[in-house]
């Protein structure tokens, strides 16, 4: 695909702009201004290079990125006869109006703007401007394209109602060769690349290009330990690897500042060791993960807590904080145990706001637990979590997130899928930790002593279209009166604030039982709208449903948008829809 300044034919073979439905595993387009006669119409819409997971304000030259947007006709509008209209700018070329049929023309007059699809307005309507456009090869690197989409009723031109601000795709220049700014040349190389060193604490805008690898040293600070002031970025591109040589090495991103890293499924970014490519099943604690602190609510005394690890302060008060976007990317072989309360895990969230996009990520083999959540707001989907040594998923100090989509397969070591707090020191602490976890799939059976889901310290808790599958030890434990007082004091009274709706546990998957419960943690499973115990999961890695799980009916009680509507229940519905396919690590046995 090649854009030739002069010929107009090749900008219809390289952008080709058709209605389609993008996937609903995505991340928010941005918005974009309305005008024109609906004034209650919105328009998003942006670039992107993993299928709206993430979007960029520019993205790399190398990278094969799409332009989208989004149109939702006002009210008034929607089930009526209207007529689709995208206007592209393309520099050097000028504006072109797309056609029915993928034909572009030049655009010379607005008042003669042609519709590319006529039909009944739905509430939503989703538009592909440009699809794997790679800026190097087709002499757009450094320049932007931008789309201007719209729509009008009735076969009224006057009624035309459009984006007056554009998508734009936004193309990065061609990188050239040399470690970039903040970082050092170490005059070696690793995986057929140099290699550029990170070190100390970072308070400029950083820029990882995928030409070089990375080594941190020591502990890495991005930005500044404060809620004030205009947020570092790091932005880590496509494809790139970031390792270290052993031992507690850590990258920090801290309250004032953001981690851009942005990956594709043909390309995560990943965080390794220089072993990666000799690791076994039984590698772990090669380094010491990543850990990022935000500016969000939790729950200890002064609303700020020191991050385990010494890797800094975190909490404040604005639960919409944003500590940037982290998309398909691997954190592998990371973790190290001080001691039983002072551990780095693979990714910790501590204090993370809402603001914040985590969406397919893997965390393999970490010596500690896989993901952490100390108090804040922040959401993930598309989590995969495999041989992580302690909890795969945990929680403390408040946190009030959501989940979608959590992969988990426990290994040799493993000891819970989830362990979830409220606070340690005091049970009943406010804001209580209340997440909203649906479509998780724990897939355990491979250790002897393995543990299912721990609530206790508290925890209010909704675990929804799920599977708990094979743990020796028991699937559901309960701890603590307060966490029992939580869920309603008794089976009768269960009040709906520690639930475990439409979901399923292996047959035989015990549940826990000790002399001090208030209630009986059976009981109070079998009391679950829609759940009980079932068949065993099948497909690889035990984490792929089996047609006994996806005739489980599914949680209708699921309004949140943040939440995809699904028809099934566990993370994985077949081999056909897997999400963790092409992109994670799986080359590991048991």
């Known amino acids: 695909m090649n854009f030739k300044r002069s010929k107009l034919s090749s900008i219809a073979t390289a952008v080709a702009i058709v209605i389609t439905a993008m996937s609903v595993q995505a991340a928010d387009q941005p918005i974009l201004s309305t005008a024109g006669a609906s004034a209650d119409a919105v328009f998003t819409g942006g670039a992107t290079i993993n299928g709206g997971a993430s979007f960029l304000s520019a993205v790399p030259a190398t990278e094969a990125a799409d332009l989208v947007a989004t149109i939702k006709p006002a009210a008034t509008d929607v089930g009526k006869m209207g007529d689709l209209v995208v206007v592209a700018e393309v520099p050097g070329l000028g504006l072109f109006n797309l056609l029915s049929g993928g034909i572009w023309v030049p655009l010379a007059d607005a008042a003669n703007v042609q519709p590319f699809a006529s039909k009944m307005l739905s509430v ?16 757009l ?65 950083t820029h990882l290009t995928a030409n070089n690898t990375y080594l941190i040293k020591g502990q890495v600070i991005i930005g500044e330990n404060t809620v004030a002031g205009e947020k570092t970025q790091l932005t880590i591109d496509a494809g790139t690897f970031i390792f270290n040589t052993g031992g507690v090495h850590l990258l920090v991103i801290d309250r004032n500042g953001q981690i851009q890293a942005n990956g594709s499924a043909a390309k995560p970014v990943i965080f390794s060791y220089e072993g990666d490519e000799d690791a076994t099943v039984d590698t772990r604690g090669q380094w010491g993960g990543l850990v990022i602190n935000g500016s969000a609510t939790i729950n200890e005394a002064g609303g700020v807590a020191d991050g385990e690890g010494a890797s800094g302060l975190y909490g404040g008060t604005n639960d919409t904080d944003s500590s940037g976007s982290i998309t398909y990317v691997q954190v ?58 302690d909890d795969s998923i945990d929680w403390t100090q408040g946190w009030t997130g959501k989940i979608q989509y959590a992969a988990v397969r426990m290994g040799s070591s493993s000891d819970h899928c989830i362990e979830a707090d409220n606070n340690g020191d005091n049970n009943d602490a406010t804001p209580r930790s209340n997440p909203t976890i649906a479509n998780l799939t724990c897939a355990g059976g491979f250790n002897d002593d393995g543990q299912g889901v721990r609530l206790r310290e508290g925890t209010s808790a909704t675990i929804t279209n799920s599977v708990i599958s094979n743990f020796s030890s028991y699937c559901v434990d309960i701890d603590q009166d307060a966490t029992f007082n939580n869920a309603g004091g008794s089976v009768a009274g269960l009040n709906g604030n520690l639930v475990m709706r439409n979901t399923r546990v292996s047959v035989g998957c015990a549940f826990s039982a000790s002399s001090g419960d208030i209630f009986s943690v059976d009981a109070w499973y079998a009391a679950q709208i829609g759940s009980g115990a079932g068949t065993d999961l099948g497909g690889t890695l035990g984490l792929t449903n089996g047609n006994v799980i996806n005739a489980v009916t599914v949680d209708s009680a699921l309004s949140d948008p943040f939440f995809d509507q699904v028809d099934y229940i566990g993370a994985i519905k077949d081999s056909t829809s897997d999400w963790s396919a092409g992109w994670t690590f799986k080359s590991f046995v048991q």
Do not use: M, W
């Not at 990371?334 to 996009?357: K, M, P, W």
């Not at 985590?358 to 804040?376: K, P």
């Open 124 to 139: 939503s309507e989703k538009v592909t401007v440009i699809n794997g456009l790679v800026g190097i090869d087709t002499n």
């Open 141 to 205: 690197a450094g320049l932007t394209i931008k789309a201007f989409v719209g729509y009008y009723t009735g076969g009224d031109l006057a009624t035309l109602t459009y984006s007056s601000t554009p998508a734009a795709l936004a193309i990065s220049p061609a990188v050239t060769p040399g470690c970039p700014a903040n970082t050092t040349d170490s005059g070696l190389s690793f995986k057929n690349k140099p290699t550029c060193v990170l070190s100390g604490r970072i308070t400029s805008d």
């Open 332 to 389: 592998k072989y990371a973790g190290r145990v001080f001691t039983e309360s002072d551990e780095l895990n693979g990714i910790a969230f501590q204090g993370v706001g809402s603001g914040t996009n985590v969406d397919y990520v893997q965390v393999h083999n970490n010596s500690d637990d896989g993901v952490e959540f100390f108090g804040g707001s922040v959401n993930a989907k598309h989590l995969f979590l495999t041989g992580n040594e």
